[in-house]
């Protein structure tokens, strides 16, 4: 039984506090206490909670959030300091984890083909074909979202409009039947 309680102690991780703070940032954070918004102020009661010594379960239950969420900010504010106070952004800033600059034009030039060339059924090009014949042709690595194909669309300085309708034939003389029928 005493084995399994040293492995036990063994194998628990160090409580996770957050760095000193310098006067300034407790300044900061005091100041953040009176915070319109929400998320400034929730961390500025946990950063101040780590700093009088209390453990990230402690902190949650006295803020009311999970743990997880303590762990977040106390490791946001040991990277980036006070500037971990403002939400940041979710989305994807890049799309350059998928598309390099060899990959990017090849996406330039697949756009000039009609997605029936690889066997789709519509000859028109949407966000989502995109996707999907990029990863069948091996383009991409893994089915990317309508979103990265936009952004690295927009970095190739093709702006992407929504798909209109245009009548077309394969017969060489349409063009010729075509305005002699509207003619009429």
């Given at each position: 039984?005493?084995?399994g309680?040293?492995?036990?102690k063994?194998?628990?991780k160090?409580?996770l506090?957050?760095?000193?703070?310098?006067?300034?940032?407790i300044?900061k954070?005091k100041?953040?206490?009176?915070?319109?918004?929400?998320?400034?102020?929730?961390r500025?009661?946990i950063l101040?909670a780590?700093?009088?010594?209390?453990?990230?379960?402690?902190?949650?239950?006295?803020?009311?959030?999970?743990?997880?969420?303590?762990?977040n900010?106390?490791?946001?504010?040991?990277?980036?300091?006070?500037?971990?106070?403002?939400?940041?952004?979710?989305?994807?800033?890049?799309?350059?984890?998928?598309?390099?600059?060899?990959?990017?034009?090849?996406?330039?030039?697949?756009?000039?083909?009609?997605?029936?060339?690889?066997?789709?059924s519509s000859?028109?090009?949407?966000?989502?074909?995109v996707a999907?014949v990029?990863?069948?042709?091996?383009?991409?690595?893994?089915?990317?979202?309508?979103?990265?194909?936009?952004?690295?669309?927009?970095?190739?300085?093709?702006?992407?409009?929504?798909a209109?309708?245009?009548i077309?034939?394969?017969?060489?003389?349409?063009?010729?039947?075509?305005?002699?029928?509207?003619?009429c």
């Amino acid at each position: 039984m005493q084995r399994g309680r040293e492995w036990y102690k063994l194998r628990m991780k160090k409580p996770l506090y957050v760095r000193e703070l310098s006067p300034l940032e407790i300044i900061k954070l005091k100041e953040g206490l009176r915070s319109p918004s929400a998320f400034s102020l929730k961390r500025c009661q946990i950063l101040l909670a780590s700093a009088e010594g209390k453990v990230p379960s402690q902190i949650a239950g006295q803020v009311g959030c999970v743990v997880q969420t303590v762990r977040n900010a106390l490791k946001a504010f040991n990277r980036v300091g006070l500037e971990c106070l403002t939400p940041q952004s979710s989305r994807p800033q890049t799309s350059s984890r998928f598309f390099d600059q060899s990959k990017s034009e090849a996406l330039g030039q697949l756009l000039k083909q009609s997605p029936r060339t690889y066997g789709q059924s519509s000859s028109l090009w949407t966000l989502e074909v995109v996707a999907q014949v990029c990863f069948e042709t091996g383009l991409t690595e893994q089915l990317v979202s309508n979103e990265t194909i936009r952004r690295a669309l927009k970095a190739l300085g093709i702006k992407w409009l929504r798909a209109k309708h245009w009548i077309s034939s394969p017969d060489p003389a349409y063009s010729e039947k075509k305005s002699d029928e509207t003619a009429c």
